[in-house]
């Protein structure tokens, strides 16, 4: 069946540091890619998607690139602040489904 | 205005009660869900109800019944509580159109059961 994989937390970086998290994905057809974020205390919250190949998302100074030949929609961001500690869900649903399937969630720290 | 929201924030029971939390949605949508989030952040999806159809029902057991009364309501209801049940619930919707497939998630219900 489809699965997301996600590189496992938590990340710790200093405010300003560039980021990575890395996300790979098995599906039977052309998913939908997200990224979801999850600030303390709240409820998951989209924060970028893309519908197809070489789509690239981008929020927030967030983005994240489509890529079918290598099955992976890795999330970066140039510089972190504070504000984005979080924990990140990689996640893809089939365009003609109702499923949406979560990876296991990467925890960001980022020090001041 | 709260596009899903779910009630109560916060619920502690004892062992072996029987307690209901609520959901409802303001953005039309058809299809609402159920997740269940563990301590380590992982989510696992339990029910999902299209137009009040029970679409989607994982391994979950029977203790915990869904109720649908309509389209914007879904209601999660357990039984016979355990500890193992600790655990933030997740109420959510799914986008339809431009949004189609974006998930909606409520503020989460924090269960203790002690």
């Known amino acids: 069946g489809d699965s997301v994989t996600q590189m496992e937390g938590p990340v710790t970086l200093s405010e300003e540091a560039f980021l990575t998290i890395n996300c790979t994905y098995t599906?039977?057809?052309?998913?939908?890619l997200f990224w979801y974020v999850q600030y303390p205390g709240e409820g998951l919250q989209l924060l970028l998607k893309?519908?197809?190949?070489?789509d690239k998302g981008s929020n927030k100074g967030f983005e994240a690139t489509y890529r079918k030949e290598t099955t992976s929609f890795h999330l970066e961001k140039g510089s972190v602040q504070v504000s984005d500690s979080a924990v990140y869900f990689c996640?893809?649903?089939?365009?003609?489904?109702?499923?949406?399937?979560f990876g296991a969630g990467t925890r960001l720290f980022v020090k001041a | 205005d709260t596009a899903v929201s779910q009630t109560p924030k916060y619920l502690v029971t004892q062992m072996g009660n029987d307690k209901s939390i609520k959901c409802e949605q303001n953005?039309?949508?058809?299809?609402m869900y159920w997740y269940k989030q563990d301590s380590k952040k992982f989510l696992k999806i339990m029910f999902s109800?299209?137009?009040?159809?029970?679409?989607i029902n994982e391994t979950v057991p029977n203790r915990f019944s869904p109720k649908s009364p309509d389209k914007a309501h879904l209601n999660l209801h357990i039984n016979s509580l355990e500890l193992g049940d600790s655990a933030v619930y997740f109420c959510?919707?799914?986008?339809?159109?431009?949004?189609?497939?974006?998930?909606?998630f409520g503020a989460g219900t924090r269960l203790s059961v002690l």
């Open positions: 959510a919707s799914r986008g339809q159109g431009g949004s189609k497939n974006i998930q909606y």
């Open positions: 599906a039977t057809g052309y998913p939908s």
């Open positions: 893309a519908t197809k190949a070489d």
């Open positions: 996640a893809l649903s089939d365009p003609g489904g109702f499923k949406t399937i």
């Open positions: 953005l039309g949508h058809d299809t």
């Open positions: 109800y299209n137009n009040k159809e029970l679409i």
